[in-house]
């Protein structure tokens, strides 16, 4: 079975960091780029960060660019979480594509992880 396990969440001051983490089974994970998308109660998923199949690019949506840095490591995929915000809390989902194009669309993934909930208190 293809699944996706994602893992890390918490409560943190704002300025503090977090490592989220997304655990694979079920398939060849250096097949596939996986991206990371995060959502608040009525709002759409947003994509904020992407890893190419192969480890060889890296994407970032401006709001995370500078402090978030992914990594990819034996059928994990960390996303590391510094200097965080109150903005930044939110649901936070990892995903698996065939590559990055068009990673900020949700349309680009075809199998899901189920969130883990990060909270940054002010």
């Known amino acids: 079975e293809v699944q996706l396990q994602a893992s890390g969440g918490g409560l943190v001051q704002a300025g503090g960091s977090l490592r989220l983490s997304c655990a694979a089974s079920?398939?060849?994970?250096?097949?596939?780029?996986i991206g990371w998308f995060r959502q608040v109660p009525g709002k759409a998923r947003q994509g904020i960060s992407c890893i190419s199949s192969g480890n060889t690019s890296t994407w970032y949506s401006d709001s995370v660019k500078g402090r978030f840095t992914i990594s990819s490591a034996e059928s994990t995929v960390h996303l590391q979480m510094n200097s965080l915000k109150p903005e930044d809390t939110a649901a936070y989902y990892c995903a698996a594509a065939l590559e990055c194009t068009n990673w900020e669309m949700r349309g680009n993934y075809g199998v899901w992880g189920q969130g883990t909930l990060v909270t940054v208190s002010s």
């Open positions: 079920g398939f060849t994970f250096d097949d596939y780029a």
